[in-house]
């Protein structure tokens, strides 16, 4: 199996094998959370996998809760591309995505970017430092809409 190099880019002339792997990082946490671990290096290539592998196994009428990981983002500033198949894919899902959480980490500048990228993106969105704050706010929510 392929392994994800720690600071590796991604473009359109990855194998076969490396995009399976790419594409592995969006996958269900449990019934009605959609994990997706963004790539140490972010790219548009990679996005368009993960908007992809959305299609692939989100139901059209679907509703889910949405974490995205991006604690191990190194962080740079998006071109205009990636910011715009990031934006098209939550309009995209808007209906759809129940709530979100996007654990990013301690680092400050993450925070900040995914309040920026995520702003009016979903119903709502949380931002944590670590995953076990993100699956705690997620069960509060749900026990709320019960």
Wanted: one cysteine or more; a positive charge; proline letters at 3%.
């Amino acid at each position: 199996m392929v392994e994800i190099k720690s600071k590796g880019y991604f473009e359109e002339n990855s194998s076969k094998e490396e995009i399976e792997v790419i594409k592995k990082r969006v996958d269900y946490y449990n019934k009605d959370i959609i994990l997706m671990r963004e790539m140490p290096v972010p790219s548009s290539f990679v996005q368009k996998l993960y908007f992809e592998k959305l299609n692939e196994i989100i139901e059209p009428d679907q509703k889910f809760y949405l974490l995205i990981d991006l604690t191990e983002v190194i962080l740079k500033i998006p071109d205009a591309e990636h910011r715009d198949i990031l934006k098209n894919t939550f309009e995209y899902y808007k209906s759809q995505i129940t709530h979100a959480c996007v654990v990013v980490g301690t680092n400050m500048f993450m925070r900040l970017a995914a309040k920026i990228i995520m702003r009016n993106k979903v119903k709502s969105v949380w931002i944590h430092s670590n995953w076990k704050m993100a699956l705690d706010k997620m069960s509060e929510i749900k026990k709320v809409e019960l």
